[in-house]
């Protein structure tokens, strides 16, 4: 854990343009203010969060490296963190239930076939107190910027239903509007490759928000649906959005 959060730090000191230093003073900015204790980061691969002092993270992924760099070879020039624990991030089912004083799940949330399932698993590990810190892309600042929003009745959804109903629509509409752009492939391609990830079971990102949009799901998540949630902190930070939640005590 030590050589990655060592890692972490010797990357930020890298960091040469304004624009890059601003975008990692935001993101430590709130980690310095929320973040204590033990806890998880999920998915961190090569950008795992500087974090301060006071806090031990563990590093949660699905794989460990040596697949994860044949799963994603466009990071094969890039460092990614030691694995600590082996889990899928959407469960973390080989977390204790209240064992965690943070998780942190940067660049996750959108990759999560249901995202309200999701919140609920990772509010089962927190302890009452601790603190979820998520950073969710901006739909307009991103590749994303030509995908249809997801709505909250799709969500909701997916949490009521499983997700399977919507699978092969999240795959075909990446492979029409990011996979063929970003591989500079033909149009007519794209249904041939949205099969080709879904078989692969390529993590792609199934759902689009923007700041308003997510807002309204992490609201009906705490008024609609009771998750023992807060909303500390909503801050934009260039491509993305970072939202710090609080599980709350239950009531006496």
């Not at 624990?85 to 977390?95: A, F, Q, R």
């Not at 993590?203 to 700041?211: D, E, F, K």
């Not at 023992?228 to 970072?242: C, D, K, S, T, Y």
């Given at each position: ?123 089962r590990v927190l302890r009452p107190g601790g603190v979820l810190y998520l950073a969710i892309p901006n739909k307009h600042e991103t590749f994303d910027r030509t995908r249809p929003l997801t709505t909250l009745e799709h969500v ?97």
């Open positions: 854990m030590q050589q990655t959060v060592t890692k972490a730090k010797r990357r930020a000191r890298q960091l040469t343009s304004p624009e890059e230093r601003r975008f990692e003073r935001t993101r430590y900015g709130l980690a310095s203010r929320y973040l204590h204790g033990d806890g998880l980061e999920i998915g961190a691969l090569h950008m795992p969060l500087r974090v301060p002092r006071r806090a031990a993270v563990r590093y949660v992924d699905r794989m460990a490296v040596g697949d994860l760099r044949e799963h994603y070879p466009e990071l094969a020039a890039l460092p990614l963190v030691d694995v600590d624990i082996i889990d899928d991030g959407e469960t973390l089912s080989t977390i204790a239930s209240e064992s965690q004083d943070f998780i942190i799940a940067n660049h996750f949330l959108e990759h999560t076939q249901s995202p309200i399932t999701t919140l609920e698993s990772h509010l909701i959804r997916d949490h009521e239903e499983g997700p399977a109903w919507s699978r092969r629509q999240h795959f075909e509409e990446w492979a029409e509007h990011v996979a063929v752009v970003l591989n500079d492939l033909p149009p007519e391609q794209a249904p041939e490759e949205a099969m080709r990830l879904e078989e692969a079971d390529y993590s792609i990102h199934y759902h689009v928000w923007t700041p308003e949009t997510l807002t309204a799901m992490l609201l009906h998540c705490r008024d609609g649906l009771g998750f023992p949630i807060e909303l500390e902190a909503v801050q934009r930070n260039r491509h993305e959005v970072i939202v710090v939640l609080r599980k709350t005590p239950p009531a006496a």
